[in-house]
């Protein structure tokens, strides 16, 4: 399986930390990075590399507005 290192990012650009993990695709390795995002809360967004190969850079999702529902 290949190897993807995750990094929870702060929003200076500065990554604290990474986990390196092994996930058999792309899509897999991309939810535990959302998964690793929700457990640092002061990172903005993650950055996930397999490799030399930028896989994504996500953000945070907004929590929806109580307001305008």
């Known amino acids: 399986m290949p190897l993807y290192t ?3 990012t702060k929003p ?3 990554a604290a930390t990474f986990e390196a993990m092994s996930c058999p695709t792309d899509k897999i390795a991309i939810a535990e990075a959302l998964l690793l995002l ?12 397999q490799g ?7 953000g945070r999702v907004a929590e929806p507005d109580p307001w305008l529902a």
């Open 38 to 49: 929700s457990e640092h809360p002061t990172a903005s967004h993650v950055v996930v590399w």
């Open 12 to 14: 200076d650009g500065v």
């Open 6 to 8: 995750i990094y929870p």
């Open 52 to 58: 030399l190969r930028k896989v994504v850079s996500c």
